[in-house]
């Protein structure tokens, strides 16, 4: 069976520190990958997807990044994080573009 | 325990209304929401209800809010073949803004 997995669960950050945000699935292979936000008392933000290694798309400009560096491991990152990235981050794979998305647990990131 | 449900098939004439139903357990949830899967998309928020709230109606939506029986609907007027699409339905916990996805139903449009 497939499960993915979302490391750290917590993370809290200085303003202008650096980010790695860490998702990785098992179980399938050539996953379609995705991050999404959710900030307080809103709904999810797509922020990036991936169809294959090193295929990133971004849905909206940000001081974040992603990366693909193996097949069924999705990075979020961040040079300098501001406040405004606090929130719930959370990743999701689907088999096809087609497929309905299956979520990872979450990291909360408190940045101060 | 944390647990959203919700049937994972629909189908519906086109023209008649989509009744899709969902229910929750944890009553400690503040918001409530819906989204929307198209095929090669990401997940977009359709519309959401406070936990308050019994109703909300948007154009061809309403949200139907029973926190009794910890059961959400949403109901689509004058289905067209656009809303075919998987259907999420998703609570926020109070205690720590965590969110709780169901697994989402497949609408299905029949000519």
């Known amino acids: 069976s497939q499960t993915i997995h979302q490391w750290p669960a917590t993370l809290v950050q200085p303003v202008g520190s650096p980010l790695s945000l860490e998702c990785t699935v098992e179980g399938t292979s050539n996953p379609n990958l995705y991050w999404y936000r959710q900030a307080a008392g809103r709904g999810l933000q797509l922020l990036f997807y991936?169809?294959?290694?090193?295929?990133i798309s971004s849905e909206v400009p940000q001081n974040l990044s992603a990366s693909r560096p193996q097949d069924r491991q999705f990075i979020l990152s961040s040079k300098k994080l501001l406040l405004s990235d606090s929130g719930f981050y959370l990743c999701a794979w689907s088999l096809t573009e087609r497929d309905e998305q299956f979520f990872g647990p979450g990291t909360r990131l408190t940045v101060l | 325990g944390e647990d959203v449900e919700q049937s994972l098939f629909l189908s519906v004439r086109e023209g008649d209304s989509s009744v899709i139903n969902c229910t929750y357990t944890?009553?400690?949830?503040?918001?409530l929401y819906w989204y929307k899967q198209e095929p090669g998309a990401g997940l977009q928020l359709l519309t959401y209800?406070?936990?308050?709230?019994d109703m909300k109606q948007d154009q061809r939506l309403t949200v139907l809010l029973n926190k009794k029986d910890k059961h959400l609907s949403l109901r689509i007027a004058d289905t067209q073949t656009g809303d075919s699409a998987i259907y999420f339905c998703a609570e926020i916990l109070n205690r720590d803004d965590k969110i709780i996805f169901g697994k989402g139903t497949r609408l299905h449009i029949l000519p």
């Open positions: 209800i406070f936990s308050n709230m």
């Open positions: 991936s169809v294959g290694i090193g295929q």
């Open positions: 944890d009553s400690s949830s503040t918001y």
